[in-house]
């Protein structure tokens, strides 16, 4: 699961920091952001989702908030730890675009000791 | 509750064969979305079906096909290869159509050679 020709940012976080991961999206009409987790060699884990009406929603550790104003996202991670290390994904869904998820190219996380 | 599995893990395949991936959704999901993930374009999306109907359709020529069957696994079908095929493929499952909430499978490596 590793997009290495893609220019990924990368993170690098100390273990028991907060994590703050930004996304910019592209489309004002989008609907839907969700939040994945990919780990080398597995496929997107589900972290976390919001619809467009939200500006704020909580999981556990995660909270993901959006700005429709600038079409920001952002995912907080609280007291990161070594297994949150991987590469982070938001994808948003158009509103006219049925099924059909638009993923950024990712940022990597890297939690050291 | 079982994730989604996804046949074969890995597999290679020479320049002009064709090949079929296999996916099964989690129970009670009936709608499968299929992605592409390569180093240089990330994900993206191939197609979505449910009901055994394909709903939408990414930006991908005529060589690549899927069809779902009534207990909602579902196959994805990549004709006279190219080495540009070579990639990730990802299914995803969710409960409703419409691009929410998918729950990704941990994806078929295919290389072409």
């Known amino acids: 699961g590793e997009s290495v020709g893609l220019h990924l940012p990368t993170l690098s976080v100390q273990e028991g920091d907060n994590s703050i991961i930004n996304c910019a999206y592209s489309?004002?009409?989008?609907?839907?952001f969700i939040w994945y987790k990919q780990e080398s060699g597995k496929g997107p884990q589900f972290i976390i989702d919001i619809r467009s009406n939200m500006d704020k929603r909580q999981g556990q550790r995660v909270t993901v908030l959006l700005n429709k104003t600038v079409k920001h996202l952002s995912l907080q991670i609280a007291a990161t730890q070594p297994g949150d290390s991987a590469v982070y994904f938001c994808?948003?869904?158009?509103?006219?675009?049925?099924?059909?998820?638009?993923f950024g190219a990712g940022t990597q996380v890297v939690v050291t000791p | 509750k079982a994730g989604v599995t996804q046949t074969p893990r890995y597999l290679i395949k020479t320049r002009g064969q064709q090949v079929t991936l296999s996916c099964s959704p989690i129970s009670g999901h009936r709608s499968v979305s299929w992605y592409q993930q390569t180093p240089g374009q990330g994900l993206q999306f191939l197609f979505e079906?449910?009901?055994?109907?394909?709903?939408n359709k990414g930006n991908f020529p005529g060589r690549f096909s899927g069809r779902q069957f009534s207990n909602s696994r579902s196959e994805m079908n990549v004709s006279t290869l190219e080495l540009g095929d070579s990639a990730l493929y990802l299914c995803?499952?969710?409960?409703?159509?419409?691009?929410?909430?998918?729950?990704f499978g941990p994806g078929t490596r295919l290389t072409v050679t």
């Open positions: 079906y449910f009901s055994e109907t394909q709903r």
């Open positions: 995803a499952s969710s409960r409703r159509t419409g691009g929410e909430e998918q729950y």
């Open positions: 489309n004002s009409a989008s609907d839907y």
């Open positions: 994808a948003e869904k158009y509103s006219d675009s049925w099924g059909k998820l638009q």
